[in-house]
């Protein structure tokens, strides 16, 4: 990359004088002076030790205040909003400094000419679908190019989609791959891999991730496994199947020698209240024999996708084209209203569908903005129809581009999943959509306020690791994630008493609040709470040392 594109890094020198530092180990707090120049942590001066003072060209009078790492978002879905956004306010303002993009299987490298449309056409409900927008990258080198020439606020690391390697494969087919798609798969991600990503997601409830056998997935961590990244993935059920979904994980793990990241680790709906227990005796067992494991969760009860997803597997396959021409037949949507709403669908979980658990958040379509807020089993009220029909109708005049929340959390499976010494933190925020989940702009001081200060369930000290030094050691981050001399000056100041999440599920774009100054290599993002509109991030590029280098 020409000198030119590379991202800011601050020459200035700042001393934090008399800060709390939470260093990102979980070690007990302490208070010292702090100085960052040169985009790294130069020096640490512990009060009462004696001795000079810092100099700095700046000094922030840190007293009463928490001097941490910078947050890391294990399970974010920025990909468009780093390249369209780059000041990125959401994350910012809550104190994040990295993002890992690429989840649940589904993203937009690697692509080709025919993937790539259908891929911006599944994925509208995520990240929007910019009609005016440069395409100009096919791979995972020049996806993470792309991002250095945005030059955002944050950095990013990328997993490379499991469900985009199938794609380019063998399309959206209900099938296991021949071995010449196999070989095709492992060749792209090893491509992929050497590019800079830290890993493979994968979408085993989405299509085409859905259709994937044990064997396919165990085949692809062979060869993460062999360039030391990890595999996160968004398994088949988060409902009736959750438990045998994760030992399936742990057994891809087992047999191809993979780290395995759980990304937003949960047991959600009916069936599974007061059931965490029973997830963390099944990562306890997997720890124990060797398996090198961690996860995520964010703090909320209701989860987030697409409308789209709850549909059966077999209505979605080929892709966006046949799954809306399904939806048109009479005889194709009374075979799935009979999945939704009274077996099942696998595409809801394995249960059956509660429209009143099911409330629009977003539609790509400006005239179905009357939907927003309302939940399907309102709309089919208000229509005098069933449940079913109304979910169909949208879905067909929204071209797939519909977000949902569903309500089916249970906040003693919550708390239970942060408890574990495994846990990370996870946001898995959507940015679009008229009312997105507020854990978009709020999870980092939603864990930070309520959880730690308010509930107790973690100590400041040990909530602040599980956001920075335990992701960054998964990550395989190279000098970042504590507060140390040489680590990158990736730094949140922020006041323990006043942190609280502001964005609600009524107005979901409300910043963080007690969040006062964040740098990213050295550079303040945000000072005195506000954001500074400085873009000093990069993508992070795993090496073939197994690091992620500047």
Not at 81 to 107: F, M, R, Y
Not at 164 to 178: E, H, I, V
Not at 527 to 536: C, E, I, K, L, M
């Amino acid at each position: 990359m020409a000198e030119a594109e590379r991202a800011e890094v601050s020459k200035e020198a700042t001393v934090f004088k008399g800060a709390t530092v939470v260093d990102g180990t979980g070690a007990e707090r302490y208070r010292a002076h702090v100085r960052i120049a040169d985009g790294l942590i130069t020096e640490i001066v512990g009060i009462g030790e004696g001795g000079p003072g810092l100099d700095g060209s700046s000094t922030v009078d840190a007293d009463g205040l928490v001097l941490a790492p910078g947050f890391i978002d294990m399970h974010a879905h920025s990909d468009l909003a780093l390249l369209l956004e780059p000041q990125h306010p959401a994350k910012v303002t809550q104190g994040v400094i990295c993002e890992v993009l690429g989840q649940d299987g589904l993203s937009y490298a690697p692509v080709d000419e025919t993937t790539l449309p259908a891929l911006r056409r599944q994925l509208a409900g995520w990240n929007g679908d910019p009609a005016d927008f440069d395409w100009d990258w096919r791979d995972v080198a020049g996806y993470l190019d792309r991002i250095d020439r945005a030059r955002p606020a944050v950095n990013a690391c990328y997993l490379v989609p499991h469900g985009s390697l199938r794609m380019l494969a063998m399309g959206w087919q209900n099938r296991a791959p021949t071995p010449a798609e196999l070989d095709r798969m492992r060749q792209v991600l090893a491509q992929c891999l050497l590019d800079g990503a830290v890993g493979m997601s994968s979408g085993l409830s989405y299509t085409p991730g859905m259709y994937a056998e044990t064997d396919e997935l165990v085949a692809l961590c062979t060869v993460v496994a062999a360039h030391g990244g990890f595999h996160a993935p968004h398994q088949r059920s988060y409902g009736r199947g959750a438990l045998e979904g994760y030992a399936e994980m742990v057994e891809i793990a087992r047999r191809s020698g993979c780290a395995l990241h759980l990304t937003h680790a949960t047991m959600n709906f009916g069936v599974n209240r007061g059931r965490a227990g029973e997830l963390l005796e099944l990562v306890d067992r997997a720890l124990a024999d060797g398996i090198d494991l961690t996860l995520d969760s964010y703090p909320y009860l209701p989860g987030s996708t697409t409308l789209a997803a709850l549909l059966p597997s077999w209505a979605t396959e080929g892709g966006p084209g046949p799954t809306l021409a399904r939806l048109a037949d009479p005889a194709d949507r009374e075979r799935i209203r009979s999945a939704m709403e009274e077996r099942g669908s696998d595409g809801c979980h394995g249960v059956v569908a509660d429209w009143t658990t099911i409330q629009i958040s977003g539609v790509r379509s400006e005239r179905l903005a009357w939907a927003v807020g309302r939940t399907v089993a309102e709309l089919a009220a208000e229509q005098g129809r069933g449940g079913t029909e109304a979910f169909l109708d949208l879905l067909r005049q929204d071209e797939l581009g519909t977000t949902v929340l569903q309500h089916v959390g249970h906040e003693e499976n919550v708390r239970a999943v942060m408890r574990h010494p495994a846990h990370t933190v996870g946001s898995d925020g959507l940015l679009v959509g008229a009312r997105p989940h507020p854990r978009a702009w709020g999870t980092f001081a939603r864990y930070l306020g309520h959880y730690s200060r308010e509930l107790g369930v973690l100590p400041l000290e040990e909530t602040v690791a599980r956001m920075t030094g335990r992701p960054a050691a998964r990550l395989g981050l190279d000098r970042r994630g504590r507060i140390a001399p040489g680590f990158h000056a990736d730094v949140v100041l922020l006041d323990p008493e006043r942190v609280r999440d502001a964005a609600t599920f009524a107005q979901p774009r409300l910043p963080a609040e007690g969040i006062e100054y964040v740098y990213v290599n050295g550079t303040a993002v945000v000072r005195q709470g506000r954001t500074t509109g400085a873009r000093p991030g990069r993508a992070l590029r795993r090496t073939d040392r197994g690091t992620v280098a500047r």
